[in-house]
């Protein structure tokens, strides 16, 4: 006996490909669009075609884009002398919110995995060295997430960064504010006792 | 400056008024998306148009269906005279999972709840009663949710069924299975307590 009608569990199923979302979820998201307006089911649905259709990556830094050059990499009063390297787009959203740096950025698209097969040549370090090569740069700062696979892929571009004669940082580790010292664990404390500084 | 292309930030905000996805969560999903095929994104986009195209309320028993009446309703195999009233189109997924009800349901699309302006009215309770005059119906089983709402919305429908000289029946509360006793609330261990059988 079909308990559920197709399309509804067609869409449970769908929703359930995303991360984070369980059948549970799937079945409650299903159900909420299947009481809501056509107009908001519309909306959602467009929402994910435009992605797919008018997303790009920018030529320059390779983040996503809906013009090319991106809005970053066009504008006239960003520093073109520092690139920020990032893995990831959303690394980018975040780093913007600070509104501390007024750099340009480079998004590699992930990290070096060998077990997920993932290796150098399937990220944008080859565009970044080009970048680096052709184009005026003092600094690059690696703002790789603080992980094994994040430190491994800083390394590894790091090494092929000295020839070129440009400066390399990377982002601070220790305490995070608002963080409790009494729950932080061995290795961001003893980062943090390394990078003490005076008052 | 725009850090995110507007398609982007377009998706985020539709996926975010989704229930139980707060903004980070919808960030992870737009991306999810972005980095996955396009055919993945027109299943999904496809999914959600397909659910408010397609879908109708049973005529009968006004459970989601995309025929009418509902497999439920149209099957021989399934008992006319035993009635199932639920809240929700879920409640029928779950209630067919135990495969232990062979009769046929009636879908109340909510339970009463004054303060949020869900009268009697808006619900399929005259549907049912209506139902139960032109059908051979013996039992009604009241299957709302053990919570305030559901029990005063179960109420309110027994009083006008008693008249109508149709037995009516609602499910058993007791500990749940895999429940821990220590644990159980007040309410739970004392029901479980007053309904106890012999072994």
């Known amino acids: 006996m079909r308990i559920t009608a197709e399309p ?4 449970i199923d769908e929703l359930n490909k995303l ?3 369980g059948p549970k979820t799937a079945s409650r998201l299903a159900f909420y669009i299947l009481r809501g307006s056509k107009d908001d089911a519309q909306a959602l649905a467009q929402a994910i075609l435009d992605v797919k259709e008018k997303i790009i990556y920018c030529s320059e830094c ?3 884009t809906d013009i090319d050059p991106c809005a970053v990499c066009a504008s006239k009063d960003r520093d073109k ?10 690394d980018v959203v975040a780093l913007e919110k600070t509104r501390e740096f007024t750099g340009l950025y480079h998004v590699l698209h ?3 995995d060998p077990l997920a097969g993932v ?3 399937n990220l944008k370090i080859r565009e970044l060295l080009d970048r680096v090569r052709l184009q005026e740069v003092r600094e690059i700062i690696l ?3 603080p992980n094994v696979e994040g430190r491994a892929t800083a390394s590894y571009i790091h090494k092929l960064l000295v020839p070129l004669g440009v400066s390399v940082t990377t982002l601070a580790t220790g305490l995070p504010v608002g963080g409790d010292l009494e729950y932080a664990d061995e290795v961001t404390l003893s980062n943090a006792l390394k990078g003490r500084r005076h008052i």
Chains 1, 2 share one sequence.
Not at 8 to 11: E, G, M
Not at 81 to 90: D, G, M, N, R
């Open 8 to 11: 509804v569990t067609r869409l």
């Open 19 to 21: 991360p984070t979302i």
């Open 62 to 64: 390779y983040n996503l």
């Open 81 to 90: 002398s520092q690139i920020c390297v990032v893995e990831e787009p959303l």
């Open 110 to 112: 992930g990290h070096i």
């Open 119 to 121: 290796s150098p040549d």
């Open 143 to 145: 703002a790789m997430n």
